[in-house]
């Protein structure tokens, strides 16, 4: 999976894979979620025009994340509208 540097806190690194994610669907009910949540550096939370949305563990800025060049940061308004995009159309915190 591709890595990426977080342009607002310089966090690096990428989203836990698909293996990773799975297995935090059975941790899940064991409690820790705060635990749960912090694994890998950044979440995947939806995409904009079929680029990924990661959203950083560590500062909660959102980045577009593009196939070449470096992602671009979402915040204020913008990240606002994803966070609500996403909450209402999951049921899920963002
Ligand atoms: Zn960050």
Redesign the pocket.
């Known amino acids: 999976m591709k890595k990426v540097t ?6 690096y690194g990428s989203p836990p894979t698909m293996e990773e994610s799975m297995s935090l669907f059975d941790l899940e009910e064991e409690a820790d979620l705060e635990g749960v949540k912090k694994i890998g550096a950044f979440r995947q939370r939806g995409q904009i025009e079929g680029k990924p949305i990661w959203v ?6 959102g ?1 577009w994340i593009k196939i070449f060049g470096k992602p671009k940061l979402i915040i204020g308004s913008d990240l606002q509208g994803l966070k609500e995009d996403w909450e209402s159309g999951t049921g899920t915190d963002f």
Do not use: E, V
Request: include cysteine; charge should be negative; glycine fraction near 0%.
């Open positions: 977080c342009p607002n806190c310089s966090n950083c563990n560590q500062c909660d800025a980045l």
